[in-house]
DNA sequence: AGCAGAGAGTTCTGATTCAGTACTCATCGA
DNA sequence: TCGATGAGTACTGAATCAGAACTCTCTGCT
């Protein structure tokens, strides 16, 4: 499931190495949030949702899925498990800062989907809190002082090499 | 990006309808694009890869799942499939305007990953084309000609109700 | 005419993972 | 002691995944 850099025997450009790089960080980000759960659950937990029980009635999960879910995140570093009472050992579960720094991507998905795919019913739709004007999502560039679109970005290897 | 502390949440309101549509909506966004392929799929696509064996060959995806994927995203209007040439019927894919709304999703789960998931390897960063500017990814209000991080958004609801 | 090959799939297999109901286990409060 | 609460597990069938093999229609070559 997890393809190890070793596992590259299908490429046959050499060329393909950063989009192979690249490929598999995402890919781990995929695995880890690319599900129909974990988006949600995390969705949850930025509305303020930390127990157990909490999860499972808000977002209508099954338990074992819930507590697999949770799991995953707590490895993974998003959240962390903190016993919140002693003498029946209850827990809660929070966000890490890891976890915050995915909110533009669930920002990004939710105005997405309430623009292209909601339906009869209207919408939330989300606004900038001082002026109330709708949210533009956009890519910022500090030294040309400009927004752009996606068409305008190249991806470029970090690091020494 | 900048967090405040006692910013947990994206927006509150704890109006249960509202969460409700919400949910629902950004339930069928994840639905659609949830999975562990259609990510990817979408990010060969931005990437140029318009025909069915070039996205076998670069994504590595088995050949069913890829003609399910395929066929969900036209159905969800994110792709077209377009015959490109008579004598054998051949087809190319190509993205939408509505896909191509969701790159500020798409590049912002990259980003995520890129950060917080990268382990020895060097990730490769996503720099404004024109100038070689790391690419920083805000919100933008146009009446206010500024950007402004998660914490300076609210939800409200359009329509009637 | 005959045959290899490309492109775009479809049909079969098993292996995994998903999802849901029902159950446990510990503890508190009445 | 009885029931409720919180946090899970066990066990089940359904759906999805991955891979190999197969089809079908043309094209280009000989």
């Known amino acids: ?29 995929l695995a880890l ?27 209508g999960i099954a338990r074992p899925i819930l507590t697999a879910r949770l799991r995953k995140l707590v490895d993974a570093g998003l959240m962390t498990k903190e016993q919140y009472q002693q003498h029946p050992p209850r827990y809660e579960y929070r966000l890490t800062p890891s976890a915050i720094a995915l909110s533009p991507a669930i920002v990004a998905l939710v105005r997405w989907g309430d623009e292209h795919l909601s339906t009869e019913q209207p919408a939330t739709i989300l606004v900038h809190a001082p002026c109330g004007t709708k949210l533009q999502q956009a890519f910022w560039c500090a030294t040309c002082a400009t927004t752009f679109g996606p068409t305008a ?9």
Do not use: Y
Not at 40 to 55: E, K, N, S, V
């Open 153 to 161: 970005i190249r991806g470029i290897p970090s690091g020494p090499n």
């Open 33 to 59: 949030v690319g599900d129909r759960w974990t988006i949600l659950l995390l969705r949850a937990a930025f509305r303020g949702i930390r127990r157990f029980d909490d999860f499972c009635a808000d977002l």
């Open 1 to 29: 499931m997890e393809r190890t850099p070793e596992h590259e025997h299908l490429h046959e450009q050499d060329d393909r190495r950063d989009r192979q790089r690249e490929a598999s960080t995402i890919e781990k980000t």
